[in-house]
Structure formats: C-alpha cells, structure tokens
C-alpha cells in the first residue's frame, strides 16, 4: 500500500519576516548564546549527541508491552529486549521543546529526536520564535515523549504512543514523563496506562524543559509521523485490546451509529437532520466522540454494525472496528486527506468515501469545510448500507 500523507495541519506557511531576523542576528551570536537568547538552535546535529543507555537502566521489561512493541519494530537480529532497549537514548542536560524538538545542553536541535510533520523542527524554532525562552529545570531523569501535534487525537494514538509504549515495554513506568496531559484523551489514556499525574510533567503547561538527563523514545526512520502506518495501527490494536479488558462500560452505545460534528467547528453535515431521518429506518443513532470516554469510544467501534462519519481524527478508532463492518466515510469535494481510507483498509471493513459539497460553497477550504450532502449522494448512503 502507498504512503498516505496525513494533510490536516496547515503547509509551512509564512514565517514572519521578523522571526527571519532575530534568526539571522543570532547568527552572529556565539553558537552557544544562539538558544538562551534568540530561541533558536546553534545548529543542527545527529545521534552522536546522545548516548545509549545501560542495561542497568532498565529496571525490568514489562511483558504486556513488550511482544506487541517487538512486533511494531520488527525483531531482526536482535533479542525482544535489546531491540526496545535500542530505541532509547539519553541526553545529558538535555532540552524539550513541547511542539516535539529535542536539543542539547549548549542548544544544538538534535535531528534524529526532532521530527517535525509538515516542517523541520529547525525552521518551527525560528517560526515560533522567542527571546529568552523560559526552561524548567528539572532535577533528575525526565521520560521525554514530546511529539509535534499530540494534541490531536490522531497524532497522539499514531505518533506519540507508539513511542511511549517503547519506553513501558523498557520497564520504565516509574518514570517521570514529559508529554501532553490536558485534553480528556490523554488524561484517559494515561490512565489506562497506570500512569498518574504526580509522574507527569505536562508540555502544554511546560513549553521548555530541561533535565540532568532526557531519556528520548525513538521510532526511526521506518515509521515517520504523519504517513499512514499499518505497524502502528496494529500496536494500538494489540495494546488497547488488553487495557480495556473486562472494563465494564455503563452506558448504552449503539451499534449503527453516525458520528456528529454538531458540537465542532469543522467538518460539519448542514443538513446532518435530513441525513438522519434517512437513516432512522436502518437503526441509525447520532453520536458525540467527545462525549465518550476513551474506553467508551474504543468499545462503540469494537462493537459496531454500521458506520458513518466525516473524516477526521477521532477515525483511528476505525482500528478496532471488527472486519466487514460497512463504513461510509464523508469528505469534502476534493479533499486529498485519504488515511482514513488506509485506516479501514488495515481492518478490513467494508469502506466507501462518500465525496460531498464543500460549504459555503466559495470556500478554499478542501480539508476542514463543513459539508452539504445532497441527491443523488443520500440515495447513495442509504444504498451503501441496504446492498
């Protein structure tokens, strides 16, 4: 299957002619004064910069973890555990950037730890420029899991955790780690993980940290972020399968169900009323994924009959859709975010894209535009689910 390109943060846009020139000023700064000052890296480096950890470093493999996270890596010629222990590295003194950099002591961005989506995380220092930057120190060893967009529920199921279940398959979950914990799904998660809060030091409240030593998960260069990957999508299959076992899930989901973006700002059906009473006599409910636990969600996929739903990032959940499922998936006209079709392909469900107006109809907006669904696209879905 060719790479999908997951489209939904903006292109490198303009970086504003003054984040340019505090960039080109710090040139002419000593290398190390470059960060401290103008919040921009000294240079850019490789792995050398970091150091591998000793076997004394890992208290003990967490077995839950571990064969699932050797899976995802692929074992070749090394042992389950060698291989999870050489995807972690350490940088003395070494500094986190929340949007997903990694720099060093004297603030050298450290290429390897420090992927960024649509933009290298060299220019995103300079568009996001600022003088004196403020860091937290921190005494100790720090778990850095800092990812470019894990506030977003896509990028933190299929960029983030991969990296953090690396670090619990090492054994290391009595770390302290450096990661977002404000929205409800990363609270939820880190639950399920046994992770609490007091072990927590949250990125979106710590735009800068540094530690006596960053320990800094990797996946390497055969898992980049935002491309559709069926590795990581089975990872969360294989780990969530076991986390939510025997949760006992109060609330009464439906098994054919539209996903809502009512209560959202985008990507919304105007005329989702008329969809619906389309869809009553099928047994059709709307739903609201924001309303839902984590548990809650992966639960109402793991049991559907039927799917519809805009694309969007609450669609990984499609990962643990039982194969066959029929799914409709709704887009704008000429929308080129297509990995929610890699997604269903990789559970093997029974998927359509359903490609409708974009609204308001002069709007540019081929990703995030709400959408109008008219005749003979109704007819259409209707069908989808009654052949």
């Given at each position: 299957?060719?790479?999908?390109?997951?489209?939904?943060?903006?292109?490198?846009?303009?970086?504003?002619?003054?984040?340019?020139?505090?960039?080109?000023?710090?040139?002419?700064?000593?290398?190390?004064?470059?960060?401290?000052?103008?919040?921009?890296?000294?240079?850019?480096?490789?792995?050398?910069?970091?150091?591998?950890?000793?076997?004394?470093?890992?208290?003990?493999?967490?077995?839950?973890?571990?064969?699932?996270?050797?899976?995802?890596?692929?074992?070749?010629?090394?042992?389950?555990?060698?291989?999870?222990?050489?995807?972690?590295?350490?940088?003395?003194?070494?500094?986190?950037?929340?949007?997903?950099?990694?720099?060093?002591?004297?603030?050298?961005?450290?290429?390897?730890?420090?992927?960024?989506?649509?933009?290298?995380?060299?220019?995103?220092?300079?568009?996001?420029?600022?003088?004196?930057?403020?860091?937290?120190?921190?005494?100790?060893?720090?778990?850095?899991?800092?990812?470019?967009?894990?506030?977003?529920?896509?990028?933190?199921?299929?960029?983030?955790?991969?990296?953090?279940?690396?670090?619990?398959?090492?054994?290391?979950?009595?770390?302290?780690?450096?990661?977002?914990?404000?929205?409800?799904?990363?609270?939820?998660?880190?639950?399920?993980?046994?992770?609490?809060?007091?072990?927590?030091?949250?990125?979106?409240?710590?735009?800068?940290?540094?530690?006596?030593?960053?320990?800094?998960?990797?996946?390497?260069?055969?898992?980049?972020?935002?491309?559709?990957?069926?590795?990581?999508?089975?990872?969360?299959?294989?780990?969530?399968?076991?986390?939510?076992?025997?949760?006992?899930?109060?609330?009464?989901?439906?098994?054919?169900?539209?996903?809502?973006?009512?209560?959202?700002?985008?990507?919304?059906?105007?005329?989702?009323?008329?969809?619906?009473?389309?869809?009553?006599?099928?047994?059709?409910?709307?739903?609201?994924?924001?309303?839902?636990?984590?548990?809650?969600?992966?639960?109402?996929?793991?049991?559907?009959?039927?799917?519809?739903?805009?694309?969007?990032?609450?669609?990984?959940?499609?990962?643990?859709?039982?194969?066959?499922?029929p799914v409709a998936i709704l887009m704008p006209e000429e929308c080129p975010d297509l990995v929610c079709r890699d997604i269903a392909a990789f559970a093997g469900l029974r998927s359509e894209i359903f490609f409708a107006h974009r609204h308001p109809p002069e709007t540019t907006d081929k990703i995030g535009c709400d959408i109008t669904l008219r005749e003979p696209l109704l007819t259409s879905l209707v069908h989808h689910f009654t052949a």
């Open positions: 299957m060719a790479q999908t390109i997951r489209m939904n943060q903006p292109q490198e846009g303009r970086i504003p002619p003054l984040k340019i020139l505090a960039a080109q000023i710090a040139k002419f700064l000593p290398s190390s004064w470059r960060f401290p000052i103008c919040g921009v890296s000294a240079s850019v480096c490789g792995g050398e910069a970091t150091r591998p950890l000793l076997p004394t470093d890992f208290p003990s493999p967490d077995d839950h973890f571990l064969q699932p996270v050797v899976d995802f890596l692929d074992p070749g010629h090394l042992s389950p555990l060698a291989l999870v222990q050489s995807h972690l590295v350490a940088v003395p003194r070494g500094i986190a950037w929340s949007r997903g950099a990694h720099l060093t002591a004297d603030g050298r961005l450290i290429d390897p730890l420090s992927i960024g989506m649509n933009m290298s995380m060299d220019r995103w220092l300079v568009k996001r420029q600022r003088f004196f930057p403020k860091i937290r120190h921190v005494q100790g060893t720090v778990i850095s899991l800092s990812t470019d967009g894990h506030n977003n529920y896509y990028h933190w199921m299929l960029d983030l955790l991969p990296k953090l279940f690396i670090a619990l398959a090492a054994g290391l979950d009595q770390g302290t780690f450096y990661l977002g914990a404000s929205t409800p799904f990363q609270k939820e998660t880190l639950a399920l993980l046994g992770i609490p809060s007091a072990r927590v030091l949250d990125c979106n409240a710590i735009p800068f940290l540094q530690a006596d030593e960053l320990v800094v998960p990797f996946l390497g260069q055969r898992h980049p972020p935002n491309i559709f990957n069926a590795g990581k999508c089975r990872l969360l299959v294989d780990v969530f399968s076991f986390l939510i076992d025997g949760k006992s899930i109060s609330r009464n989901l439906p098994t054919r169900f539209l996903v809502s973006r009512g209560k959202t700002r985008s990507r919304r059906i105007v005329n989702e009323a008329e969809l619906l009473s389309r869809l009553a006599p099928l047994g059709f409910l709307p739903v609201y994924l924001e309303d839902l636990s984590l548990a809650e969600q992966i639960t109402l996929f793991a049991r559907a009959e039927a799917i519809i739903a805009s694309t969007g990032a609450g669609l990984v959940n499609l990962v643990h859709a039982r194969p066959g499922t």
